[in-house]
């Protein structure tokens, strides 16, 4: 997991297993007060990783107990990631957070995604399915992804969402807090997104 904390260095903190199983990093990565999830924080003033802008405090895929990174297709087998979660703060100038993605070698291919008060799913830049068009922070849901035969689909509590016809490879699931804003775009470095995850689990038949 890539953790975009503020500080002196300009290359953000990756944990890999076994060092993730006992890992935590307050405020960006600690189990909740309630001890029933794992809050993920970044900053706007984090530093970011390669070919983006923004930070981020993520879980990405991976396979042979975290050893090697995750990386299939849509048109082989069923893969599946399961979130419960809840997005519990938003930047104020850029009010804007991905909570989970399917990603590929290059490039996002969907985002679970928050603006302001508007939850959908984003793909190549545009809302392909608003989720809840009045969400409230801290309001736990949860959202099923699931690509098969060339298709990505998106359930919302229970209820299908979205029908995205997309082919591809290199793929692999993340989740967590990808805060969509930074100093430029009017937040102050202390300004950050916030999720936090009850649960997960990634399925592939």
């Known amino acids: 997991m890539p953790i975009a904390k503020p ?12 060092q ?3 890992f935590a990093l307050a405020p960006y990565f600690q189990v909740n007060s309630s001890h029933n999830g794992v809050v993920f924080q ?6 970011t990783t390669k ?11 991976m396979t042979d107990n975290g050893t090697r990174q995750a990386s299939w297709s849509d048109t082989s087998g069923t893969n599946t990631m399961v979130i419960r979660e809840a997005i519990t703060h938003l930047p104020v100038a850029k009010p804007d ?11 996002d291919v969907i985002e679970i995604r928050l ?8 793909a190549d830049g545009k809302n392909i399915g608003t989720l809840d068009g009045n969400y409230q922070l801290g309001a736990i849901f949860t959202v099923q992804v699931t690509a098969a035969n060339g298709h990505i689909q998106v359930a919302y509590n229970g209820a299908q969402m979205v029908d995205y016809a997309k ?3 290199g793929y692999y699931f993340k989740a967590g807090c990808y805060t969509q804003s930074n100093p430029s775009k009017g937040d102050s470095p202390d300004a950050y997104g916030e999720v936090v995850i009850y649960g997960l689990q990634v399925n592939h038949a």
Do not use: C, W
């Open 7 to 18: 500080g002196s260095s300009s290359d953000p903190q990756t944990i890999k297993q076994p």
């Open 167 to 169: 082919s591809g490879s």
């Open 97 to 107: 957070v991905v909570a989970g993605q399917v990603h590929d070698s290059s490039d």
């Open 51 to 61: 070919n983006s802008g923004y930070p981020r405090s993520e879980l990405r895929e």
């Open 20 to 22: 993730l199983n006992s």
């Open 115 to 122: 603006e302001g008060s508007t939850l959908f799913v984003e």
């Open 42 to 47: 970044a900053p706007a003033g984090g530093v």
